[in-house]
C-alpha cells in the first residue's frame, strides 16, 4: 500500500475518533440516531422552549412514581438539571441529568404547581413548581426528610425568573399563602429549593384569585409623557431639551431608567442626548421615543431654518381688558410663543421691558419679572400710556407689544 492509501485509510478511520473506544462510541450512535423515532418511547418535547426528540420510558427505580420519567437525549443532543420541559401540555423539570458517553440521560420530575408574582414592570411571573412537604436524602428514595406542619418544599429551576427570589418574598399557593424561610441553590446547581412556611392571606394585599401575594403593593400602571408637546420645531443648529413626568399608578416619580430612541427614517436628521437633549443634523422631520418601565411617549422634531415667520406670539393679561391698568391695580401678564404648527414653544425666555411715551417716566409704574415668561404692571399715577415689550431671547428681534393705558379709578 503507498503511503498515500495509507494516509487517506487513516483519516477515514479517524473520521469517528482516534480510538478504539472512540469508535465504538460513535458506531453506536449513530444506530441509535438511525432507529430513535422508531422507539415507541420516541416524543417531541419542548425544552427550554426549543423542540427536541427524546425517549421517556419506565424504569424500575422509578415505575412506581408516576410523577417522575426517566428522558433519553438523541445522540449529540443535550439536557441539563434545572431545564424547563414541557411533556404532554404539562411541565416538568429536570432533577438530574447524566452523560453516558453515548448519549445525555435525566430524570424529569412532574411540577405540580406555580409560584408567580409581579415583576418590576407589572408583568405577572409564572414559574413552574415542584411543592412537597418532604425532601429527598441522599439516593435512597425511600429515605426522606418530613417537614413539620404548615411548612413545605419547592422546587424550580434556576433561571432568571427564580434568582431574584429573596428570602421573606410572599407566594399564594392553592388558597393559602407562604413565606420564603431559607433558599438552597448550592446543594444541586442548576435547581432551587425555597423552604416556606405558611403565612396569612392578607386580603387587602394578596390577589387569590389570580394566586398573586401583595399584589395590590407590587401593581404597577406606568405612564411616561413628554411634556414639549407632540411637536416642536428646532432651527439647524439648535437644541430642545426634552422634559418629561413619569407616574406610577398615578403617582409622580423619579427614575434614572429612561432612555430615548430615534423613530424609523430620524436617524441623520435628529439626535438625541442620553439626557433628553434633542438637535438636528439636517433639515428634515424626526421622531423621538422617551421609554421608562417599558412605555413610552413620542415628539415630532422638524429641523428648520432660523426665520421670524417660523413662531407667532401673544402677551395675554391675567384681567380684561388687556389694554388699561386702573390706578393702584396690578395685572400680570404672559408671553407666550408658538411653532408654525400652533405648539406651544416650551422653555422660553422674554425680557419684558417699557417704552415710554411723551411725559411718561419711570414714577408712573412699577414692573416687576417675575418668571422667564411672566411680568407684572402697576398703576402708580395717571392718566398716562406705556408700550409693555416682551423680546425673545432665543431671537432678538422678535417681540410682542401691548400698548397700555394708565387710568383713574373712574
Known amino acids: 500500500m503507498s503511503k498515500n492509501s495509507w494516509d487517506i485509510y487513516l483519516r477515514r478511520l479517524n473520521l469517528n475518533g482516534y480510538s478504539q473506544k472512540d469508535r465504538q462510541i460513535a458506531t453506536t450512535q449513530r444506530i441509535i440516531t438511525d432507529k430513535f423515532s422508531n422507539n415507541p418511547s420516541y416524543q417531541v418535547v419542548t425544552i427550554n422552549d426549543v423542540s427536541q426528540e427524546v425517549q421517556i420510558v419506565e424504569e424500575s427505580s422509578l415505575s412506581k ?11 449529540n443532543d443535550d439536557i441539563s438539571v434545572g431545564d424547563a420541559i ?47 412537604d418532604r425532601i429527598l436524602m441522599g439516593s435512597d428514595e425511600n429515605n426522606y426528610y418530613i417537614l413539620p406542619n404548615n411548612s ?8 432568571s425568573d427564580s434568582t431574584p427570589i429573596a428570602v421573606d418574598k410572599r407566594f399564594i399557593l ?53 411634556l414639549n408637546g407632540t411637536s416642536a420645531e428646532i432651527t439647524l443648529g439648535n437644541c430642545l431639551q426634552l ?33 433628553g437633549m434633542v438637535s438636528g443634523a439636517t433639515y428634515g422631520s424626526g421622531t423621538v421615543y422617551a421609554v421608562y418601565a417599558s412605555v413610552s411617549d413620542s415628539i415630532s422634531i422638524d ?32 408671553a407666550y410663543k408658538y411653532y408654525s404648527t400652533g405648539s406651544e414653544v416650551t422653555g422660553s425666555v422674554f425680557e419684558f421691558t417699557i417704552v415710554l411715551s411723551t411725559g411718561v417716566s419711570s414714577s408712573n409704574y412699577l414692573l416687576t419679572t417675575s418668571s422667564d415668561t411672566v411680568c407684572t ?34
Not at 152 to 159: D, Q
Not at 305 to 318: E, K, Q, R
Open 65 to 75: 412514581k408516576s410523577n417522575k420519567k426517566r428522558l433519553l437525549c438523541k445522540p
Open 86 to 132: 414541557i411533556w404532554n401540555n404539562e411541565n416538568w423539570i429536570c432533577t438530574e441529568s447524566e452523560d453516558t458517553q453515548v448519549y445525555i440521560r435525566g430524570i424529569i420530575e412532574k411540577c405540580n404547581n406555580n409560584l408567580k408574582y409581579l415583576s418590576s414592570s407589572g408583568a405577572i411571573v409564572t414559574i413552574p413548581c415542584i411543592v412537597s
Open 152 to 159: 413545605i418544599y419547592v422546587t424550580v429551576g434556576s433561571n
Open 174 to 226: 392553592g388558597s393559602n399563602a407562604y413565606m420564603v424561610e431559607s433558599i438552597d441553590n448550592i446543594t444541586k446547581p442548576g435547581l432551587i429549593t425555597f423552604k416556606m412556611s405558611f403565612n396569612a392571606i392578607n386580603e387587602e394585599d394578596d390577589n387569590v384569585t389570580l394566586e398573586i401575594a401583595n399584589y395590590t403593593t407590587d401593581s404597577h400602571s406606568y405612564v411616561v409623557s413628554i
Open 243 to 275: 422634559e418629561l413626568e413619569c407616574t406610577d399608578n398615578s403617582e409622580v416619580v423619579t427614575s434614572s431608567s429612561i432612555y430615548y430612541y430615534l423613530g424609523t427614517g430620524s436617524t441623520g436628521i435628529v439626535s438625541v442626548t442620553s439626557g
Open 303 to 334: 429641523i428648520v431654518t432660523a426665520s421670524i415667520n417660523n413662531f407667532t406670539y401673544d402677551l395675554v393679561a391675567n384681567i380684561q381688558p388687556e389694554n388699561e391698568i386702573k390706578y393702584n391695580q396690578t395685572k400680570n401678564f404672559v
Open 377 to 410: 404692571l402697576k398703576c402708580l399715577e395717571y392718566p398716562n400710556i406705556v408700550s409693555l415689550i416682551a423680546t425673545d431671547q432665543a431671537i432678538p428681534e422678535n417681540t410682542i407689544t401691548q400698548v397700555i393705558s394708565l387710568k383713574g379709578l373712574i
